[in-house]
């Protein structure tokens, strides 16, 4: 399940990396954003002749029927067991290409080359693939590990400040389950200006996909430890679904971040997680996400989502919990009364 990782700051490197597919008939995957930005970038490293398959960018096209047209274009364009799919783009089109390259002639090799900063840490790691079915995201899929990675982060120079920030909640998250150096630094490092310094960025960056393949390694098929990874999400999904189709929706990761505060109320509360870190975590999380804006009147609707969760059982409710900074703990349970004083602690903060 564990692919090679590259991660490079020079775009040279695309051309070694490249070199021994210089006889195998590729494919690359883009949407209409990653052919603009991107693809012109390392087009000249890639397999001569590759054939582009162009598809339309956003979650709501991860569905059967882009992933068919993937599958159509391999076919006849004359794909054959040993060509190469290069997979050129944000997480859509990492989940969607890997899962198209996975089951087309009982599996083809991929690349990723992971273009957001969120597929960068995140989607990278782990061999998730598939595709959005009947409303469920993810409904189907399957796990498949690419044969490399490609993680390039001048990449992220064309992408919009909302979707960085979405990628660095991951990366805060990491830090949290695992790293309190790495918090440390992901705390100093200045992510809202959007002039990095790209070479820190790649360290911050390589330190995040350590963390999330620690996890995956020892769990891959998330049955205990791999849990950790799902820390900010209870709360973040809900706040994700609460908010789809208003005027307030919310990029995943940015739900997360917010998620990542109420967990750390219910970890100060059940799992003796510091008080001053807990306003440490919510002082750095507001300052780059600003305030999730919701009232009393919003609180059963959000917990019906969070009981949605089939894990769960009853009034209690599914989380992965810290009892420090690094220290995770996961299979915890909360009660509805606990959910809300989480709420309510978020709504008395000035
Ligand atoms: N497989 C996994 O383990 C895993 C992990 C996390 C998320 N995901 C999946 O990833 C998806 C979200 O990924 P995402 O946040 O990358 O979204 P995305 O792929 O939709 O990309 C966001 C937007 O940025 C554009 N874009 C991509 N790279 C760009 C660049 N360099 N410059 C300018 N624009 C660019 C895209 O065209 C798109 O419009 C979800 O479907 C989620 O389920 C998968
Ligand atoms: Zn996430």
Request: include cysteine; charged fraction near 25%; aromatic fraction near 12%.
């Given at each position: 399940m564990?692919?090679?990782?590259?991660?490079?700051?020079?775009?040279?490197?695309?051309?070694?990396?490249?070199?021994?597919?210089?006889?195998?008939?590729?494919?690359?995957?883009?949407?209409?954003?990653?052919?603009?930005?991107?693809?012109?970038?390392?087009?000249?490293?890639?397999?001569?002749?590759?054939?582009?398959?162009?598809?339309?960018?956003?979650?709501?096209?991860?569905?059967?029927?882009?992933?068919?047209?993937?599958?159509?274009?391999?076919?006849?364009?004359?794909?054959?067991?040993?060509?190469?799919?290069?997979?050129?783009?944000?997480?859509?089109?990492?989940?969607?290409?890997?899962?198209?390259?996975?089951?087309?002639?009982?599996?083809?090799?991929?690349?990723?080359?992971?273009?957001?900063?969120?597929?960068?840490?995140?989607?990278?790691?782990g061999g998730k693939?598939?595709?959005?079915?009947?409303?469920?995201?993810?409904?189907?899929?399957c796990f498949s590990a690419?044969?490399?990675?490609?993680?390039?982060?001048?990449?992220?120079?064309?992408?919009?400040?909302?979707?960085?920030?979405?990628?660095?909640?991951?990366?805060?998250?990491?830090?949290?389950?695992?790293?309190?150096?790495?918090?440390?630094?992901?705390?100093?490092?200045?992510?809202?200006?959007?002039?990095?310094?790209?070479?820190?960025?790649?360290?911050?960056?390589?330190?995040?996909?350590?963390?999330?393949?620690?996890f995956v390694e020892n769990d891959p098929y998330e049955k205990n430890i791999r849990k950790?990874l799902?820390?900010?999400?209870?709360?973040?999904?809900?706040?994700?679904?609460?908010?789809?189709?208003?005027?307030?929706?919310?990029?995943?990761?940015?739900?997360?971040?917010?998620?990542?505060?109420?967990?750390?109320?219910?970890?100060?509360?059940?799992?003796?997680?510091?008080?001053?870190?807990?306003?440490?975590?919510?002082?750095?999380?507001?300052?780059?996400?600003?305030?999730?804006?919701?009232?009393?009147?919003?609180?059963?609707?959000?917990?019906?989502?969070?009981?949605?969760?089939?894990?769960?059982?009853?009034?209690?409710?599914?989380?992965?919990?810290?009892?420090?900074?690094?220290?995770?703990?996961?299979?915890?349970?909360?009660?509805?009364?606990?959910?809300?004083?989480?709420?309510?602690?978020?709504?008395?903060?000035?």
């Open positions: 564990i692919s090679d990782i590259i991660f490079t700051n020079d775009s040279n490197s695309f051309k070694e990396i490249f070199k021994q597919f210089t006889d195998v008939k590729s494919f690359v995957l883009v949407d209409e954003n990653t052919e603009k930005y991107c693809l012109s970038e390392i087009e000249r490293y890639l397999p001569k002749g590759f054939q582009l398959i162009k598809i339309q960018s956003g979650e709501s096209n991860k569905t059967l029927n882009t992933v068919a047209q993937i599958w159509e274009t391999l076919s006849t364009k004359g794909a054959n067991r040993k060509s190469l799919l290069i997979n050129l783009g944000g997480g859509v089109i990492g989940d969607m290409g890997g899962f198209a390259a996975s089951t087309f002639k009982r599996g083809i090799p991929f690349i990723n080359i992971p273009t957001t900063l969120l597929a960068q840490v995140d989607a990278s790691v693939t598939g595709f959005d079915f009947m409303g469920l995201k993810n409904e189907i899929g690419p044969e490399k990675v490609i993680i390039y982060p001048q990449f992220l120079k064309s992408l919009d400040k909302e979707n960085i920030l979405s990628g660095f909640a991951e990366m805060i998250k990491h830090a949290l389950i695992h790293d309190a150096k790495h918090y440390q630094k992901l705390k100093t490092f200045n992510i809202q200006n959007t002039d990095f310094d790209y070479n820190e960025l790649l360290q911050l960056i390589k330190q995040s996909v350590s963390i999330k393949k620690h950790a799902n820390f900010g999400h209870t709360f973040g999904h809900a706040f994700e679904s609460y908010f789809l189709g208003t005027d307030k929706e919310l990029l995943h990761g940015k739900a997360v971040a917010f998620g990542m505060i109420f967990d750390a109320v219910l970890s100060n509360k059940k799992c003796t997680f510091p008080m001053e870190k807990l306003f440490d975590i919510t002082n750095f999380i507001t300052r780059l996400y600003g305030k999730l804006k919701f009232t009393k009147e919003d609180y059963e609707k959000l917990f019906a989502l969070m009981q949605h969760d089939k894990k769960n059982e009853q009034q209690q409710v599914n989380f992965t919990l810290l009892s420090a900074i690094g220290e995770v703990k996961i299979n915890q349970t909360a009660s509805k009364t606990e959910i809300f004083e989480a709420f309510d602690y978020y709504l008395h903060l000035d």
